[in-house]
């Protein structure tokens, strides 16, 4: 029903809120409504084609203020093959998106003038197919340092094979929709491969041809490659986990008025988990409600665990 099952400290010191105050869908009313329709859409998505979660949205924080997170969620079915619930993380790029901010204000600065002098610069001829390229920009893209003007066919022989396509046809999207230019891609570098940023705006002339365009690149290698990083983290720790031969689980340790351990409920088990124990389908569920007569030493043992 959307309800949050399990929120780490830092999530529940962000959103101010205790976890039972994250039922069914409250948390929904942490995103800025400009953006909510956007995020229940991408939801429904998610949970109408059982595919990946992933979406960027700002967020209100405990003091009010509200901060981007990044969220990625992945479905864990059950034994029907069914979402049984998802497990996911959320990260602040608040940073990342001041300074994108910051990169579109800019470029749009940049637009305005004659000529560019900022750093990976390009400037194509588009009549002409010729593009006078910066110092830096041939740096980024593995010119020579001394070449002075690149084709649009040096450009694209350029790019990694599996972006090549994708990147010329978001080129002439561009073009053939009189919209801003902006794509990420892969550059062939003598032994290593470097992820590109490119962004730039076309110009027309008095009959609607396209006769130039001019952009700047920027090189984004650190941030895709943590992207790539984590996502292959992810998938690492979730095969682990669904193929491990040891059995295991997540609990989380419910105590009384007195700080007393008295139960705890499982957040997470594997399969190997549910082969041993027997106790399938123990997700949410507390282990007084799987095994009345358990004894307190469980409780006891584990309460001093979690505490110490």
């Known amino acids: 029903n959307g309800s949050i099952i399990y929120c780490n400290q830092w999530g529940l010191e962000f959103t101010g809120r205790r976890l039972e105050q994250l039922t069914g869908d409250r948390w929904a009313s942490l995103v800025r409504p400009d953006h909510r329709d956007r995020v229940y859409q991408a939801w429904k998505t998610a949970t109408t ?5 992933e979406i960027e949205a700002p967020y209100r924080r405990a003091d009010g203020v509200y901060r981007w997170l990044y969220t990625r969620a992945l479905p864990v079915r059950d034994d029907n093959g069914k979402i049984a619930y998802w497990i996911g993380i959320a990260l602040d790029i608040s940073d990342r998106k001041i ?7 800019n470029e749009a600065r940049f637009f305005l003038v004659q000529q560019a002098t900022r750093s990976g610069v390009w400037d194509w001829d588009v009549v002409a197919n010729c593009a006078y390229v910066s110092e830096e920009y041939c740096a980024l893209m593995g010119f020579d340092l001394a070449t002075k003007t690149v084709s649009y066919e040096e450009w694209a022989s350029r790019i990694h094979p599996e972006d090549r396509a994708l990147a010329t046809e ?22 290593e491969v470097c992820w590109i940023r490119s962004s730039g705006q076309v110009y027309y002339d008095e009959t609607g041809q396209p006769v130039r365009m001019i952009g700047l690149l920027q090189d984004v290698s650190g941030r895709k490659e943590a992207e790539i990083a984590l996502r292959e983290s992810e998938h690492r720790y979730r095969t682990l986990f669904e193929t491990m031969d040891q059995g ?5 340790m419910l105590f009384d008025e007195k700080g007393e351990p008295i139960d705890y409920r499982f957040l997470e088990v594997n399969p190997a988990f549910e082969q041993m124990t027997g106790l399938v389908g123990a997700t949410g569920k507390t282990a007084r409600e799987l095994v ?17």
């Open 248 to 252: 295991f689980c997540v609990c989380e």
């Open 292 to 308: 009345p007569n358990l004894e307190a030493f469980w409780f006891e043992t584990y309460g001093r665990v979690a505490l110490t």
């Open 99 to 105: 300074t994108e901010a910051n990169l579109r204000e």
């Open 170 to 191: 978001k080129v002439a999207q561009a073009i053939a929709q009189n919209e801003a230019y902006l794509d990420e891609y892969r550059i062939l570098h003598p032994g």
């Open 49 to 53: 084609q059982v595919s990946d979660y």
